[in-house]
Nanobody, 124 residues
Framework: QVQLVESGGGLVQAGGSLRLSCVVS????????MGWFRQAPGKEREYVSS????????FYADSVKGRFAISRDNAKNMVYLQMNSLKPEDTAVYYC?????????????????WGQGTQVTVSS
């Protein structure tokens, strides 16, 4: 059974930083591409960032490019999302997701495993 648990969310002022963490268990982690998605109140869940199983390929939504950085530590079965220069519009529940395979994906439908989410609130 694959399980993902996010942590690191919280309340931060605009311009501040947070680092989200996601621990993965039950997955052949070194073959699990990972992604981060978010869902703001009243909006659909959207893609934020993704990383290949090796960590060699990373991708970002235009809205976070240059401000967020995704990384992973396969030895610790962890994936991270460093969020800098946060804006009120970044307020959302952030979800870690994974699938078993190769490559990466921006599509939610490709991700089989999901965490419970962690709330990020950015005040103006």
């Amino acid at each position: 059974q694959v399980q993902l648990v996010e942590s690191g969310g919280g309340l931060v002022q605009a311009g501040g930083s947070l680092r989200l963490s996601c621990v993965v268990s039950g997955c052949t982690f070194s073959r699990c591409p990972m992604g981060w998605f978010r869902q703001a109140p009243g909006k659909e869940r959207e893609y934020v960032s993704s990383i290949s199983w090796s960590g060699g390929a990373t991708f970002y939504a235009d809205s976070v490019k240059g401000r967020f950085a995704i990384s992973r530590d396969n030895a610790k079965n962890m994936v991270y999302l460093q969020m800098n220069s946060l804006k009120p519009e970044d307020t959302a529940v952030y979800y870690c997701a994974a699938f078993e395979g190769l490559g990466t994906s921006r599509s939610q439908s490709d991700y089989k495993y999901w965490g419970q989410g962690t709330q990020v609130t950015v005040s103006s």
